[in-house]
């Protein structure tokens, strides 16, 4: 385990900013590092001052990168501008936001409030303050595996009461009780994984017309970032592990606190909203594919600076849990029984780390009202 700490310079956004009179120099269209963009009309420009050739089909998604080479020589910025920590894998599968209040095979929110606030900026409240922004896996694309996500976001507005915050998963499917449960043939939209994916260890023991458990199609690896404020105390980044949803949570990995932390509000209410900040998120195999290596990493005044936030290394009986609850159990739908993740065909080990691909990547914020822009996941290669 390796926690890392670094110098944060505070960043105030004035009341100004609250959501119900924005004004159009702060929809966040502009440049990371304070400048306009010569194009910024045309999709908000890009951190680096450049243009993007294919700035997005503007049908929710492009995984075509435009002018870039997909990282593949040594390109330091994706189509955003944004900086790429690790190169896209050669021939790897990329994913670029376009259009976020447009669904499309690649781009499957949850709830369907999202609204553009200025140019290439959106916003969304999703389900009373909880949003699942989600990233499928289509007809004839790979399912995530190694990834790099990275998000701009922003908190606008508050709710509930626990301490706000952002997540990214990699490596599962849907987040749902059991009256979401899908047949086999159902999960991903009925779009099964290509022939070689590393998919779930129990997948191909289930038929077509079997049910899936759907706790077990919960498990994946989560980064999180939360809002600092005094009424709400909370780490201000850790790490999670998620065997199955939602009994399989394993302790918080690399919890790490902080009184500088710049994405703070004093209040929580629309007239104090965070500034803009960048999160990225990787989860990668070792080459033999038996351990996982995910980092987090900020770019904490959104002008394309990242700093590493923290590490961790899972391997067998490295991040274990002892029971997965009531997830271990059966329940029935209808006169069917739908055998629990600690029973045959899942049989969960609970000391493994989770080496397989997931069709889905999510971006995920509570209890706020949150704005995002710059969204993209690309398939990196192994460590």
Not at 229 to 249: C, I, Q, T
Not at 315 to 324: I, M, R, T
Request: glycine share 14%; with cysteine; aromatic share 10%.
């Amino acid at each position: 385990m390796r926690g890392f700490r670094f110098f944060i310079v505070l960043v105030v956004c004035s009341a100004a900013c609250a959501p119900s009179d924005l004004a159009a120099s702060d929809t966040g269209a502009g440049l990371p590092d304070g400048s306009v963009s010569a194009d910024a009309g045309a999709g908000g420009g890009l951190p680096d001052g450049g243009v993007s050739a294919d700035a997005g089909t503007g049908d929710g998604g492009t995984t075509d990168a435009g002018t870039r080479d997909g990282g593949t020589g040594g390109a330091a910025n994706d189509q955003f501008g944004v900086l790429m920590t690790y190169a896209t894998e050669p021939s790897g599968r990329e994913w670029f936001l376009g259009d976020a209040t447009k669904t499309n095979g690649e781009w499957a929110p949850e709830t369907n409030d999202i609204t553009a606030v200025g140019n290439g900026v959106y916003q969304t409240f999703g389900s009373s303050g909880q949003v699942r922004l989600n990233v499928p896996s289509p007809g004839g694309k790979p399912w995530w595996h190694n990834v790099e996500a990275t998000a701009y976001f922003r908190a606008v507005g508050y709710t509930g009461n626990q301490p706000p915050h952002w997540e990214i998963l990699a490596r599962s499917e849907r987040h749902s009780g059991t009256s979401n449960t899908p047949l086999k043939n159902q999960v991903n939209s009925g779009i099964a994984p290509p022939d070689g994916t590393a998919y779930w260890p129990w997948w191909n023991v289930l038929s077509d017309t079997d049910y899936v458990n759907v706790h077990a199609l919960g498990s994946s690896y989560h980064g999180n970032i939360y809002v600092q404020n005094p009424g709400r105390g909370s780490d201000f980044a850790h790490l999670e592990k998620e065997f199955s949803h939602v009994g399989g949570y394993a302790s918080q990995k690399n919890p790490i606190s902080d009184s500088g932390w710049p994405i703070a509000a004093a209040a929580l209410d629309s007239s104090h909203p965070t500034a803009w900040f960048g999160m990225k998120w990787i989860v990668r195999n070792n080459l033999a594919g038996t351990t996982v290596h995910t980092e987090l990493w900020l770019d904490e005044q959104a002008n394309n600076t990242w700093s590493l936030v923290t590490s961790f290394d899972d391997s067998a009986g490295a991040w274990a849990l002892s029971s997965l609850g009531s997830d271990g159990n059966s329940y029935t739908l209808g006169s069917v029984a739908v055998p629990g993740c600690t029973q045959p065909p899942y049989s969960l080990a609970l000391d493994q780390p989770l080496t397989w691909a997931g069709p889905w990547v999510e971006f995920r914020s509570d209890e706020m009202t949150m704005q995002f822009k710059w969204l993209s996941v690309r398939e990196i290669g192994p460590v």
